[in-house]
């Protein structure tokens, strides 16, 4: 969630001259995603404890991706937002119940060691993000942000169904 979030800062300035807003317009698409990511939890926590991790998970991973697929497409901010807006939403689960997963996989003695890759995993989501999404709009294109978000979001879904 927090690196998707993140990815597009390296971009701020190529969003803004593609779309033809202010680069503090911009920014406005990663504050909505933030906001986004703390407040649907709320929703996706009781949803899992009812219909269980794994169709969360799924259900997630795909319109999360069918979401980023939007924003590569998006012709202009209004789009591009409310495509960033969905992506929040959808990949929020996996920061709503990770702790739960990690409670129910591993053993007692093992589970402080886990949760902590867990935490860690999330919290440096921020900066490796624009560090790693940085270099793939300044060699290739911003849009293609999306599309390695999309292409990600489809590996683990197909990694997801193999697995489980």
Known sequence: GTFTAAA????YEDIALDLGVSIQRVSYLTSLQIAILGGSPLLWKPLSHRYGRRPIFLLSLI????????CAKSPNYAA???????????????????????TETFFR???????????????LGVPIGPFIFGFVAQR???????????????????????IL
């Open 8 to 11: 597009i800062i390296a971009a």
């Open 63 to 70: 319109l999360s991706c069918v979401c980023n697929i939007g």
């Open 80 to 102: 591009m937002a409310a495509c960033r807006a969905l992506v929040a939403f959808f990949i929020s689960p996996a920061m709503a119940i990770g702790s739960g997963v990690v």
């Open 140 to 162: 290739v294109d911003y849009r293609w942000i999306y599309w390695v978000l999309a292409i990600v979001s489809s590996f683990r879904v197909d990694f997801e169904s193999w």
């Open 109 to 123: 003695h093992e589970r402080a060691r886990y949760m902590g890759i867990w935490t860690i995993m999330v919290t």
